[in-house]
């Protein structure tokens, strides 16, 4: 599993996550001492690694932190046979009012999102 977003400004869950042995990669932008941690800019460089690399890639509240949040998933979807993503919900209010949130996904958008990429699975 690759798990994207994995830096220290997380939560405990999602530490909890970039410390299970199944990770084989934690990446983000942020540098960190976590286990098997790449520093990395998801919006501008292609993922070191090669094609379905990964059996799965991982990104909790990752998406709507980016400028541009296509590029990252298309890496995703390339070097892993599947990826699942974390979103905040979309009637979920303050998350609109975040302002750290650079994207707001509607359930509409999300709809879009998984038809693009049949092999995405998003959950919110």
Known sequence: VMNIGAGPHRTYQAQVIAEAPEILANIDITPDGMP??????????????????FGCAFASHVLEHLDNWQFPLSEMVRVADYVVVVLPHPAYFSGWLAPEHKQHFSVDAIQNMVELYPNVEVYY
């Open 36 to 53: 098997h941690f790449i520093q990395f800019d998801i919006e501008r460089e292609v993922l070191p690694f090669g094609d379905k690399q």
